[in-house]
Nanobody
Framework: QVQLVESGGGLVQAGGSLRLSCAASGRTFSNYAMGWFRQAPGKPREFVAAINWSGGNTLYAHSVKGRFTISIDNAKITVYLQMNSLKPEDTAVYYC???????????????????WGQGTQVTVSS
């Protein structure tokens, strides 16, 4: 059974930084991609960033480009999200996700991702 376990959320002041991690376990993958999504109260879940298994291809939402950096450790099937210059509007539950058949490239669509973590809360105070 595939499990994705996130860690690293918390409370931070505006302008600060946090690093999220998400480790996948339960089976081996090839040609996969991992992504981060977030959901604020009363809003739909939205795409944040994605990366392919080799780390050679990344995709970011416009709202986080230049502030967030996604990276991956393929040997550990672990994805990271370094979040800098955080803003109050970044407050949300952050979910990691895995697309087990990303042969056509990265996707920002939730439906493309097969497995999801339980989410970790990120709160940015003003």
């Amino acid at each position: 059974q595939v499990q994705l376990v996130e860690s690293g959320g918390g409370l931070v002041q505006a302008g600060g930084s946090l690093r999220l991690s998400c480790a996948a376990s339960g089976r081996t993958f090839s040609n996969y991609a991992m992504g981060w999504f977030r959901q604020a109260p009363g809003k739909p879940r939205e795409f944040v960033a994605a990366i392919n298994w080799s780390g050679g291809n990344t995709l970011y939402a416009h709202s986080v480009k230049g502030r967030f950096t996604i990276s991956i450790d393929n040997a550990k099937i672990t994805v990271y999200l370094q979040m800098n210059s955080l803003k109050p509007e970044d407050t949300a539950v952050y979910y990691c996700a895995l697309d087990s058949s990303a042969i056509y490239g990265l996707s920002s669509a939730k439906d493309e991702y097969d497995y999801w973590g339980q989410g970790t809360q990120v709160t940015v105070s003003s």
